[in-house]
């Protein structure tokens, strides 16, 4: 069975970092795009950030110049590095992969794996 694994979630205080990642238990999702969202307490889950499978990367406008994603030389797993953290960005992280349209990139429905989920608490 397809899995995806998260690690690297925790307390953190503002303007510190964390670094995420994610591996896929099958090679073959170095074709897929990856991605992660993120849920909030109270708050639907929504999209964070996504790369293609030729690495290429886009973020939501929230994490745009403090957060970088990137894949790892397996292809199959990816890492999320997060800067300047706020309490925002308060939330528990999913990591997930599929073939999203143009249209579901960054939609939830876009995508077919996803991770367990690893929590991040940014302390003001």
């Known amino acids: 069975q397809v899995q995806l694994v998260e690690s690297g979630g925790g307390v953190v205080q503002a303007g510190g970092s964390l670094r995420l990642s994610c591996a896929a238990s099958?090679?073959?999702?170095?074709?897929?795009?990856m991605g992660w969202f993120r849920q909030a307490p109270g708050k639907e889950r929504e999209f964070v950030a996504r790369?293609?499978?030729?690495?290429?990367?886009s973020y939501a406008e929230s994490v745009k110049g403090r957060f970088t994603l990137s894949r790892g030389n397996a292809k199959n797993t990816m890492f999320l590095q997060m800067n300047s953290l706020k309490p925002e960005d308060t939330a528990v992280y999913y990591c997930?992969?599929?073939?999203?349209?143009?249209?579901?990139?960054?939609?939830?429905?876009?995508?077919?794996?996803w991770g367990q989920g690893t929590q991040v608490t940014v302390s003001s």
């Open positions: 997930a992969a599929g073939t999203p349209s143009l249209v579901s990139r960054t939609r939830m429905a876009g995508y077919d794996y």
């Open positions: 099958e090679r073959t999702f170095g074709t897929y795009t």
């Open positions: 790369i293609s499978s030729a690495g290429t990367p």
